[in-house]
C-alpha cells in the first residue's frame, strides 16, 4: 500500500499493491501498522456503505464535530465519483482548502480522510457504491453539513449536481476544529442537526 500526501494536511491518497495470479488478485485496503506509521488514526468503529442510484446526485458535504469527529477511510467499490474533502479544521495550515479526487471501481485507491475535514462526492456513474470506515460511530447529535456550492470553499464540481437532497447542509463554512484535531474549535458550525443524505 502506498501512501501519496496530497494538498490538504493529513489527508492521504492510497493506492493499493495488488498480487495477482491466475485465480484474480489480491489487495489490501487497511492496515493499522501502516496507518500509524503515517500518523492516521486506525481505530475503527463503523464500516458503512452506500449506494447511489444515478449519476449527478450530490451527497455530502458532510462531518461530525467533536467529541465524534471522525476519521474516514473512502473507497469506491462499484461505479466512479468525484470526491471532494475540505479542511474545517481552525488552525490548519490547509484551513478552507479543499482537495478533490476521481475515484472508481478497480482503480485501487482510497481515501484516508482526517477528523474535522468535510467530505462529499458527486457520482459519475449510476450505482455508484462507496465503502466507509469510520473511527467514531454514526453521533447524529453531531452530524452536521456544509453547502457544496458554498463560495467560502469555492469548490469546483464537474458538472452541476441533478440530485441533492433538500436537507443538505445549510451551514455556511466555518471551522469545527483547532489545528491538533481534538478539540472543538471557538466558532461552532450553527446549521441544524440532520441525518446524513
Known sequence: MRFDATSIAGLWLLRQDSAADQRGSFSRLFCAESFAAHGLCTAVAQTSLSLTRRAGTLRGLHFQRPPHAEAK??????????????????????????????????????????????????????????????????????????????PALGVVWPRQPSVVAARLGLAAARPVMNGNGRQPAPVPISSPRRPRD
Open 73 to 150: 477511510l473512502v473507497c469506491c467499490l462499484r461505479g466512479a465519483l468525484f470526491d471532494v474533502v475540505a479542511d474545517l479544521r481552525a488552525g490548519s495550515a490547509t484551513y478552507r482548502r479543499w482537495a478533490a479526487f476521481e475515484l472508481s471501481a478497480g482503480d485501487g485507491q482510497a481515501l484516508a480522510i482526517p477528523p474535522g475535514c468535510a467530505h462529499g462526492f458527486l457520482t459519475l456513474r449510476g450505482n455508484t457504491q462507496v465503502l466507509y470506515q469510520m473511527s467514531h460511530t454514526y453521533a447524529p447529535s453531531h452530524a452536521d453539513g456544509i453547502r457544496y456550492n458554498d
